[in-house]
C-alpha cells in the first residue's frame, strides 16, 4: 500500500532517455522478473503503488514544497496490468516487490535504525523523515503518537527478535498484518500471515489485521469477511481489522456499492466479536466514503493513507483517523527493504476502550467450582475467550454437545474436561446451559414414544416443539395421537403425533411449494374445494401434513383447532355477569346461587356462558 508524488520534469525525460540508452533490452525496470518457463504469469501489482484512479495525490503539496528540486524526480507507480491469468478467479497480489533504486541494506548498524528514510534525492525522500524511531520535529499530532508499521508476505521471512527488541525499546509499538486478499480461498492467504501472527503473538507484539480487497459487490465483500474469520479464528488481535479498499476494481463499483460492501464486511466482523475498522487514502475517505459526513462510519476505526510533508495532521486528528499512514519508505531492523510507517493519532486509552474485549487475559475473581456436566442449548452458542459479554467470541459449540465446566466468574463457566477439546479454556454464559435433566428428544421406549432427557428421565405431561411443529406427552408420557382433550381443549392429533392446526378446503385450484414462499421449487398443485389438514403456520403460509406448502389465504371452511370444549359449572354464590372477561366491561345482570350454566370458552379467568355473557370462574364449581 502506498503513493508517491507525481512531477513531470525536464530532466525526469533527459533521465529517462539516458536510460533506454543505458538499459539492455529485455530487462525490465521497477517489475518483478516473471518465471522463465513457458505458460501464463499472473503480473502482481506493486507493494508501493496506491490506486488513484483519480489522480488525486496532493500534487500541489508536493510541488510547492519541492519546486526548488533539480534532481530526480521519482514518477508515481502506475497500474500494473493482468498479461495472463492463470486462471479467472486469479487475483493480482497488490504487494508484489517492486523493482526500485533503493538497495536493501539489511541492519542499519548495532544500534537499530528504526523507520528511517533513505534519501538518494528523489521524492520518496520528501515525506517524513524517521531516524531512531523520531519523527520531524514539527510534526503536530496532538495527544502524542505511538508509531507501527504494515506488513505482508512482501516482507519476506522477517527476524522478530530483532523487531521485539525494538519494541522492548519503546521504538516500535505497534504491527498491523495482512492476513490474505480477495475470496475466500486458500490460495489468496497471505503466505506469511500465520507466520507474523503467531511471532507477534507469541511476543506479546500489539498488532492488527487487514485483507485487501478485489469486491465490486456486496456478495464479494461477504465473502471476504468470511475469508477474514476464517484466518483469524484463534487470534485475538490488539487492533481492529482493517478493510483495505484501494483497488480499481472497488472503486469500479461506485461509491454507494463501497460504502455499502464497507458497511457488510466491518458489520460481520463486527458480528463475529472482533473490532472493526477500514483503510483508504485521504481522498477516498473525502470522495468516496464521505468521511466528512461520518454517519455511516462512525463505529468503526479509520486507517489513513495520506502521504504528505505538511508540517500538521491535525486537520484529520483522532475523531476522523486514528492511524496515519505517513510513508512507505521506512526501515526497520529485522526487516530488510522497505517498510510502511504508519502513526496512531488516537491516544493509547482511546484505543484501548474502542479494542475493549480484545484482551487476552482475565484478571478478575474466578470461583473453582466442583466439576459437573451440562449440555449446550440445542441451536448451539459462540463461546468467548474471557467471562463476559465484552470478550471476543471464540469456538462455536454445536447444539446437545456434552461439556464440563471448572471455574465460574460473573456468570460465566470455563470449559475443561478431556474431551474439550478446542474449547478448553473457553467460557460460556451459564444462563443458557442445561443440565441432563433438562435436555431431551422424542425416543422409542418399549414400542411408544416418549420425551426422554439425556438422563434418562421420562418427562410427562407437556408440549414438545419439533420442526414447527407441536406434539403432547401425557401424564403416562406416552406421546397423544387422535383426539384428546387437554384442559378443556380438544385437539387432534396425527398418527405421528403432530398437532393439526386446522382443516380447510382450497378455494381455487392453486400451487404448492417446498417451503413458505414462492421462492421455493413447485411441489404440485390443489384442485379446488380439496380439503387440507395444516400441522404448521409460518406468516402467510400454511404446511399440510404432507410437508408441502400453500398460501394460507386460498383457504375456506376452516375448522381450526383447539377447540373449546363446552363444561358446566354451577354458581356458589350470587354473580354479576359482563360483557366482557374483566370488572371492567358494563354489568349485564346477575346470576343466583346454585344456577347451572355451560361454559363455552374460558379466558384470564372468566368463563363465557352460552349465551354470549362472561363470570368469573372464580364464582363457580364444576357441575
Known sequence: MSMFGKKRTRLTIIGLLIVSLIIPAGFAVGETSASSGSGSQMVEKSADSWRFDDGMIDEAAFEDEFEEESEGDFEAGSEDEVTDETDDDAYMDENAQMGSSMEEEGDPGSEPMILALEGDGNTRNKSWKWYDGSVGKNLKAEGGYLKGIDISKWQGDINWDKVENLVKAGKLDFVIIRCGFGANLKKYDDSKWRRNANACRDRDIPFGVYLYSYADSVA??????????????????????????????????????????????????????????????????????????????????????????????????????????????????????????????????????????????????????????AYVPAGGIKTKIGPGSGFFKSVILKGRTKITITETAGGYGKIGGEEAGKAAGKWVPLSVLKKAKDVYGMKTVEEETKLVAYDGTVL????????????????????YTGTRIIKDMRYIFLDDGRSVVYKAKIRKNINTRKGPGTGYAKAGTLAKNSGVTVVRTSGKWSRMDNGKWFMTKHRKWTKSYPQYVPYKVVTTKKVAYRSGAGTKYKKRGTYPEGKVLTIVRWKNGWGKVKNYVWIPLSSTERN
Open 460 to 479: 410427562k405431561s407437556r408440549w414438545y416443539t419439533k420442526n414447527g411443529c407441536k406434539y403432547y406427552f401425557g401424564r403416562d408420557g406416552i406421546m
Open 220 to 373: 464479494d465483500a461477504r465473502d471476504e469477511a468470511k475469508h477474514a474469520l476464517r484466518l483469524l479464528e484463534g487470534y485475538y488481535p490488539d487492533y481492529p481489522v482493517y478493510y483495505d479498499l484501494e483497488d480499481k476494481t472497488v472503486a469500479a463499483a461506485g461509491n454507494a456499492n463501497i460504502r455499502k460492501m464497507a458497511r457488510v464486511f466491518c458489520g460481520m466482523l463486527t458480528d463475529n466479536g472482533y473490532r472493526a475498522g477500514i483503510y483508504a487514502n485521504k481522498n477516498w475517505w473525502e470522495t468516496k466514503l464521505n468521511v466528512r459526513k461520518g454517519s455511516k462510519f462512525d463505529g468503526y476505526d479509520k486507517w489513513m493513507a495520506y502521504w504528505t510533508k505538511s508540517k500538521s495532521f491535525t486537520k484529520y486528528n483522532d475523531s476522523a483517523c486514528s492511524v496515519w499512514q505517513c510513508s512507505s519508505w521506512g526501515k526497520v531492523s529485522g526487516i530488510s527493504g522497505r517498510v510502511d510507517i504508519n502513526l496512531q493519532l488516537k491516544s493509547k486509552a482511546a484505543m484501548d476502550k474502542y479494542m475493549k474485549g480484545a484482551y487476552k487475559e482475565y484478571k478478575g475473581p474466578v470461583t473453582d467450582v466442583a466439576d459437573y456436566e
